[in-house]
């Protein structure tokens, strides 16, 4: 049948599952907002506030779902503010398609209005782009962008399309999307190997990262850890690969990681590195990092393999399928004084705060409560993120989405819409502080329109936090443009861009106030106060090793 490029767009879309698209239109792309008008009823598009928004919305989209997420803008600046929702995704390996339209053909390298190289732009930031010129490469193009995304380590990809082409025809014929491979690399020797370390462990470690999410491999995880008989630490983007509530979990390692993990990491003598990418938020050292461990090391990624710390063995496959092999070959292990040496840590050395005052673990835990640990959770970037990792208890994969990788202010709210659009029977509440909140809040306004309803919670100390922590710790309490005592009241813009909105200063008006957000069933935000100097810990300075972690206790002792 023929078809203009702007129809095969949408039927490429339908071809490959998409039920919901992100987006703002503009004059290049004009042509596919009419096709998308015709099949209303097939394809639901968001109008976002912002197209930084839409990235995020379908970044959210993608990673409550594992489904291919996708956001569309025109050429230019409409294309440039999809850069940083581009970048999150990439850092985080989140499926996108990012679909711009661009200027004529024959305008492409002129300087014409709202002309930009978004493919050149977004080159480091994405899986593989392209520049599509002629009609008859448009199908094929968009197919080959739904399976690069979601192949291998997922990511996004960029599709950008001269106007012309959209207007232009051509002859469609519909396919079925290409089954998803996930070869494997790995040798029999390498199993081998592997299993070897694992047998010969007597302080084994399992350290679980995001790609144990991206390969639905919850279940052997669980499995592995009990066959190994090991205690199991997470990343950030690991948050719920793992059950928060087993007794063999320690918590996040890393910069504010558990004290636990922390020095559990630093005493082992094999860690096994399940989907991570051994980031300096989690290494600290790499000199020193797990000086007495042997490293395995199981990625999809070969790029990752002895790039930040060298592994004594590695697997390079998708982590479900090394996984199934090697618990099939690993006979049950043991080690109970190992174990219980971890526990006596886990009881030394416990999350903690000061219950006396409303403070953010305090707004997270009665979240946890509330929500009985089935909410589906986004933050934005700084104390409150590190907060929602470290106080609600995660024990599914896909609820907890936060901008690890690129840590983006202004992630969250946008990601928030995308996941309760991607899973609507989930309570989704997005926590932010009031330095990220402010920078994407007109995305309320996408929440009214639609009335999709999130949560979203506003933790308001009037300065940026994690910032100021620093500047309190190392600076000398040289306070640098980081107060935001000013005029902006939160619950007014609010109200003013159509959600309820809620102001608590007590912890006593905590839970009400969650429970009548709930019970609202539309957009609503909850501000809560606290006190400005509220300080994230565990922690360990940048640059040293993880096992200097120190918390409060360790900063009264030496003064």
């Given at each position: 049948m023929q078809l203009t490029g702007a129809e095969i767009v949408v039927e490429c879309l339908k071809e490959q599952g998409v039920d919901t698209v992100f987006g703002y239109p503009g004059g290049t792309i004009l042509n596919v907002y009419d096709a998308l008008y015709q099949h209303g009823d097939e394809i639901r598009h968001i109008l976002t506030s912002h197209e930084q928004g839409a990235a995020h919305a379908a970044d959210g989209y993608a990673r409550a779902t594992g489904r291919v997420g996708v956001c569309m803008a025109t050429s230019g600046p409409g294309a440039t503010n999809l850069v940083t929702g581009i970048a999150t995704a990439y850092m985080d390996s989140v499926p996108m398609v990012a679909i711009t339209a661009n200027?004529?053909?024959?305008?492409?390298?002129?300087?014409?209005?709202?002309?930009?190289?978004?493919?050149?732009?977004?080159?480091?930031?994405?899986?593989?782009?392209?520049?599509?010129?002629?009609?008859?490469?448009?199908?094929?193009?968009?197919?080959?962008?739904?399976?690069?995304?979601?192949?291998?380590?997922?990511?996004?990809?960029?599709?950008d399309i001269t106007k012309d082409v959209t207007a232009a025809v051509c002859e469609f014929e519909p396919k079925e999307p290409r089954p998803l491979e996930r070869p494997n690399h790995y040798t029999q020797e390498e199993i081998d190997q592997a299993l070897a370390l694992?047998?010969?462990?007597?302080?084994?470690?399992?350290?679980?990262?995001?790609?144990?999410?991206?390969?639905?491999?919850?279940?052997?995880?669980?499995?592995?850890?009990?066959?190994?008989?090991?205690?199991?630490?997470?990343?950030?983007?690991g948050k719920g690969?793992?059950?928060?509530?087993?007794?063999?979990?320690?918590?996040?390692?890393?910069?504010?990681?558990?004290?636990?993990?922390?020095?559990?990491?630093?005493?082992?003598?094999?860690?096994?590195a399940l989907g991570a990418r051994f980031s300096d938020r989690v290494i600290g050292n790499p000199k020193r990092f797990a000086e007495k461990a042997f490293i395995l090391h199981i990625d999809i990624d070969a790029a990752e393999i002895n790039k930040?710390?060298?592994?004594?063995?590695?697997?390079?496959?998708?982590?479900?399928?090394?996984?199934?092999?090697?618990?099939g070959k690993?006979?049950?292990?043991?080690?109970?004084?190992?174990?219980?040496?971890?526990?006596?840590?886990?009881?030394?050395?416990?999350?903690?705060?000061?219950?006396?005052?409303?403070?953010?673990?305090?707004?997270?835990?009665?979240?946890?409560?509330?929500?009985?640990?089935?909410?589906?959770?986004?933050?934005?970037?700084?104390?409150?993120?590190?907060?929602?990792?470290?106080?609600?208890?995660?024990?599914?994969?896909?609820?907890?989405?936060?901008?690890g990788g690129l840590g983006t202010m202004g992630y969250g709210l946008g990601a928030?819409?995308?996941?309760?659009?991607?899973?609507?029977?989930?309570?989704?509440?997005?926590?932010?502080?009031?330095?990220c909140f402010r920078m994407n809040m007109q995305e309320l306004a996408t929440a009214s329109r639609y009335n999709i309803p999130i949560i979203q919670v506003v933790i308001n100390n009037h300065v940026l936090g994690m910032v100021r922590q620093w500047q309190t710790l190392f600076y000398g309490k040289r306070y640098s443009q980081t107060v935001l005592n000013d005029k902006?009241?939160?619950?007014?813009?609010?109200?003013?861009?159509?959600?309820?909105?809620?102001?608590?200063?007590?912890?006593?008006?905590?839970?009400?106030?969650?429970?009548?957000?709930?019970?609202?069933?539309?957009?609503?935000?909850?501000?809560?106060?606290?006190?400005?100097?509220?300080?994230?810990?565990?922690?360990?300075?940048?640059?040293?090793?993880?096992?200097?972690?120190?918390?409060?206790?360790?900063?009264?002792?030496?003064?």
């Open positions: 200027v004529n053909l024959p305008l492409l390298g002129k300087d014409s209005f709202q002309e930009v190289d978004i493919a050149g732009v977004t080159m480091p930031i994405t899986k593989h782009g392209y520049i599509v010129k002629n009609v008859e490469d448009l199908a094929e193009t968009l197919r080959k962008a739904f399976y690069i995304a979601k192949s291998g380590r997922p990511g996004p990809v960029l599709v694992l047998k010969a462990a007597r302080k084994p470690y399992i350290y679980l990262g995001g790609g144990a999410i991206l390969s639905g491999a919850s279940e052997e995880v669980a499995r592995f850890a009990e066959l190994l008989d090991a205690p199991v630490c997470d990343t950030l983007m690969a793992f059950n928060g509530k087993s007794s063999r979990y320690t918590g996040m390692i890393g910069m504010h990681g558990t004290k636990t993990s922390n020095l559990g990491v630093s005493e082992c003598d094999l860690l096994v930040n710390i060298h592994a004594d063995s590695f697997l390079v496959g998708d982590l479900k399928a090394v996984l199934t092999e090697l618990n690993l006979e049950q292990q043991s080690h109970p004084q190992w174990m219980a040496h971890i526990r006596e840590l886990k009881e030394k050395y416990p999350l903690k705060y000061d219950t006396s005052v409303l403070s953010c673990p305090y707004v997270i835990q009665t979240i946890d409560r509330v929500t009985k640990g089935e909410a589906l959770i986004t933050t934005d970037v700084g104390q409150h993120q590190m907060w929602a990792a470290q106080y609600y208890q995660y024990t599914k994969p896909r609820t907890f989405l936060s901008s928030c819409i995308g996941a309760q659009l991607g899973q609507p029977d989930k309570i989704c509440i997005n926590i932010a502080g009031d330095g902006v009241d939160f619950c007014k813009v609010a109200e003013g861009l159509g959600c309820a909105a809620i102001r608590v200063t007590t912890k006593e008006e905590v839970e009400p106030a969650i429970r009548r957000a709930i019970d609202l069933k539309a957009p609503v935000l909850i501000e809560c106060i606290i006190p400005e100097d509220d300080k994230v810990f565990p922690m360990v300075p940048a640059g040293a090793p993880i096992s200097e972690v120190f918390d409060e206790d360790d900063l009264q002792g030496q003064s």
